[in-house]
């Protein structure tokens, strides 16, 4: 079985519908935004279909599964139980139609439409914000992983008012003339989201994750370079995004090269868990060597271009083409945790009551190796792909070519994550997606009812 450590308490963690219903929407986004990369790139759509393709991707399928997974994880890991499971409910349907309104308007460039799907997801990334903050409010001392979570919850809050700002400047566009251009305001925006949003998270998480599914402790070089990462990050992401706000190079270029720094240090101490695991290889820890790797190599390509000019609209993602952070860094990262998480919650709910008594699968038993693998290559071939057609201005057809393998291979990762669900979940695949704010309230006048024991789940 995979490694699961013995200090999770899965008593506090919420109803397995509740994360579920998040990654299962958040699957339906990436395949939906991995398409309209294709179309873009075949010039299909018109109006501004790359803002589609990367608010689909990443204010969707990225940013909706980070809000699952620090739905389920944030009890489970801080021991304390979730706020509110309504409000947990909401904040996902609200997103979904607020970032899926947008992708729409800004495909068919009805863009005067646009600051009302803004609102729609301004309102439920808000709540989200809230009802993990007043969650960890109750977890006290915070660790690494916690004290990362509340930053990037500030940023969850930053980032859809700047949204909304620029997307009411298109129906009113009251930023003209004012000292807040809406390019710098843009770029801030972006700088918020992909540094300070998602990869505040992301990193916070491998702490947890990198070592807990290793089976390896952090020692010798790795606090040291965990100390600069904790520091010098989010220095360098807030002062990247503000250099950029305001037009200032050196503040920008500071900053710039805080967060690959701390990256660069990060990436190491990743490699070296997995140098070190004591488990098998699984598709989790196969993503998280492409993660290791592509954040590297971005790091060093992205020091040297924020050094340079940090304030160019080629640099926004740092040096190198975008596809190395997006999708090597980022997309691998979520593809490989979620081949554990799904798999895990699922497992949890059928089969841990069942030890003992019947026998029962493993954790890595519950999906297809053989898709798994699969996915694995097609998505690594596309993002490599599109990786060189960035750097080396190739046409769009190897583009589009590339885009369509990364698409087949995150069509393939959907249909094994739905399979898990279908075959083996408690509840069918209806019944995690259609429930009522009611019944997830409900469960929370009871938690653990339907939970089993700590020590059963970890056996």
């Known amino acids: ?16 519908t509740v994360p579920l219903r998040h990654f299962l929407v958040g699957l339906g ?49 801080s021991n304390a139980p979730l706020h509110s499971r309504r409000l947990a409910t909401a904040q996902l349907w609200l997103v979904t139609a607020g970032v899926g309104g947008m992708a729409a308007t800004f495909a068919t460039g009805t863009l005067p439409w646009v600051h009302a799907f803004g609102g729609l997801a301004l309102l439920g990334f808000w709540t989200f914000a809230y009802n993990l903050g007043r969650t ?29 700002a620029l997307a009411m400047n298109y129906a009113v566009p009251f ?13 801030a925006h972006v700088t918020l989201a992909v540094f300070g949003a998602v990869l505040t998270t992301v990193l916070g998480a491998l702490y947890q994750l990198a070592t807990m599914f290793t089976q390896t402790e952090l020692h010798g070089v790795d606090r040291h370079l965990g100390r600069v990462e904790e520091v010098g990050y989010p220095v360098g992401v807030v002062a990247l995004a503000a250099g950029r706000l305001l037009g200032s190079a050196p503040v920008a270029r500071v900053g710039g090269l805080l967060v690959a720094v701390a990256l660069l240090g990060f990436s190491a101490v990743l490699a070296r868990r997995l140098v070190e695991t004591q488990v098998a290889w699984t598709p989790m820890l196969s993503r998280y060597a492409v993660v290791a790797a592509a954040m590297a190599a971005w790091a060093v390509l992205a020091a040297r271009v924020w050094f340079v000019d940090p304030l160019a609209p080629t640099a926004r993602f740092g040096g190198g083409p975008p ?12 593809l490989g945790t979620l081949y554990h998480v799904v798999p895990f919650i ?21 999906y297809d190796d053989r898709v798994a693998a699969a996915d694995f290559a097609c998505v690594l071939a596309g993002a490599v792909g599109l990786a060189l057609a960035d750097a080396l201005g190739l046409s769009a057809a190897v583009t589009a070519g590339a885009g369509a393998l990364a698409t087949v291979g995150f069509a393939l990762f959907a249909g094994n994550m739905l399979l898990v669900v279908r075959e083996h979940s408690p509840h069918s695949l209806r019944g995690v997606l259609v429930t009522r704010l009611a019944d997830d309230g409900a469960a929370a006048e009871s938690p653990g009812e339907d939970v089993p024991a700590a020590e059963d789940a970890v056996r």
């Open 1 to 16: 079985m995979s490694a699961i450590p013995g200090e999770v308490d899965t008593d506090q963690q919420p109803p397995m």
């Open 29 to 77: 986004l990436l395949v939906t935004g991995g398409a309209t990369g294709v179309l873009d790139a075949v010039g299909a759509l018109s109006g501004l279909s790359v803002l589609a393709h990367v608010h689909l991707l990443v204010a969707g399928w990225v940013c909706v599964t980070i809000m699952g997974a620090m739905t389920q994880f944030v009890p489970v890991w």
């Open 136 to 164: 960890l409010l109750r977890a006290r001392p915070w660790d690494v992983t916690e004290r990362h979570f509340a930053l990037a919850l500030g940023f969850f809050v930053a980032v859809p008012a700047m949204g909304f």
């Open 175 to 187: 930023l003209a003339g004012s000292p807040v251009a809406p390019p710098r305001l843009a770029a």
């Open 323 to 334: 596809h190395l952070l997006v999708f090597g860094v980022v997309g691998f990262v979520v």
């Open 346 to 366: 699922v497992w949890v709910h059928r089969y841990s009551d069942l030890l003992g008594y019947e026998q029962v699968p493993m954790i890595d038993d519950l």
